[in-house]
């Protein structure tokens, strides 16, 4: 039906798409060790991500698929990454400062989506663990075409879910007693 | 008949991507580069001033003339991420649809920018930031076209 070069060009142009995005590593995974260096602190919480109705809750990231968060500390201009994994908790460890998770990059496949969300938290010296909440990011309107991921602006929140958290501390990190609250709050008015 | 054919469908596929998207206002200065193709990943357009001035016209039906303009530092990261970074400009209330930055930024240096557009909806006024998404990588009728679905605007400084 078809000849030969003919082919290769629609072999080239059917796969042309996959693959294009050159990738790394996160620049610093907040998770690397689970030994708390001196002065540092166990941040913990979750990110629940609502995406038409039902919960995503199964995270694995991989250089085709994630779900990162940015995070600056103070007035540095470093970005931290962290890639969701599991169920969307997350345990940071941080040196004490002023922190801004500022926004989160959902990739998937060939579809890159970052949105802003700004909301600040503070490390005191000595704290530990420190408690900073859910932020539920919910989306409900239009999809890419052709793509899984949504394509309009979510609505964030921050929740306070300190005893489903607290329990999944003590399992997930076998650590007791209690932790010291602290939530994370937006730095703007949406 | 069979080339021709194949010659519909490939052009159908190539002239899939390439292509970009605007929300509530699309940026008039700087005006994006004129692309002869979409194959790489986006590029921010580079101002000519450390003090820019920034103009849009907007996209939605509008109640007034009053336009809230923020902006943010960014990098690009790992090649493709562009995090959102600190806000460093905010005014509120701008009449016109241009605005010269009273402040100095950092050469060689990306920034997001948006404009806050009062935009009318079913529901009365519906405030709506401008962002954008960006099309590119011709491929096969759409499978493989790259979206890179932006916060907002961007553009670059020059170096100083």
Redesign the interface.
């Known amino acids: 039906?078809?000849t030969k070069p003919?082919l290769v060009?629609?072999s080239f142009?059917?796969?042309?798409?996959?693959g294009?995005?050159?990738?790394?590593p996160?620049?610093i995974d907040a998770t690397a060790t689970k030994v708390i260096s001196q002065g540092e602190s166990i941040v913990f919480g979750r990110v629940h991500v609502v995406d038409r109705g039902k919960f995503v809750d199964h995270w694995y990231p991989h250089v085709t698929a994630y779900f990162?968060l940015?995070l600056?500390r103070d007035s540095s201009?470093q970005?931290l990454?962290y890639n969701l994994s599991g169920d969307g908790s997350f345990y940071w460890h941080l040196p004490p400062g002023h922190y801004?998770l500022?926004?989160f990059?959902w990739?998937d496949s060939?579809?890159?989506?970052?949105?802003?969300?700004?909301a600040v938290f503070e490390i005191a010296e000595g704290d530990s663990p420190i408690y900073i909440g859910t932020l539920t990011v919910t989306f409900t309107e239009s999809r890419?075409?052709?793509?899984r991921?949504p394509?309009g602006?979510p609505s964030l929140e921050i929740k306070d879910d300190y005893g489903e958290a607290i329990q999944r501390l003590r399992v997930d990190r076998s650590t007791q007693g209690l932790a010291t609250k602290n939530l994370m709050h937006f730095?703007?008015a949406p | 008949m069979r080339q021709d054919w194949l010659v519909a469908f490939l052009c159908l596929g190539l002239c899939s991507c390439g292509y970009m998207n605007y929300y509530a206002a699309s940026p008039l200065h700087p005006m994006e580069p004129s692309r002869w193709a979409y194959t790489d990943s986006y590029d921010p357009p580079v101002v000519d001033s450390l003090s820019p001035t920034l103009s849009w016209e907007t996209i939605c039906q509008t109640r007034g003339e009053r336009y809230d303009l923020a902006i943010y530092k960014t990098q690009r990261v790992d090649d493709a991420d562009w995090p959102v970074g600190k806000r460093i400009y905010f005014r509120e209330g701008i009449p016109t649809r241009e605005h010269k930055l009273d402040i100095t930024l950092r050469p060689n240096q990306a920034y997001y920018w948006s404009i806050r557009v009062p935009c009318l909806a079913v529901t009365g006024v519906s405030p709506t930031w401008s962002r954008f998404v960006y099309y590119s990588n011709w491929s096969f009728i759409g499978s493989g076209c790259l979206i890179e679905d932006f916060p907002f605007f961007l553009f670059a400084t020059p170096p100083q």
């Open positions: 039906m078809y003919g060009l629609l142009l059917v796969f042309a798409g996959c294009l995005i050159p990738l790394r996160s620049l990162r940015y600056l201009t970005f990454a801004t500022t926004s990059v990739h060939l579809t890159h989506l970052t949105r802003p969300v700004l890419h075409f052709s793509h991921l394509a602006q730095e703007y």
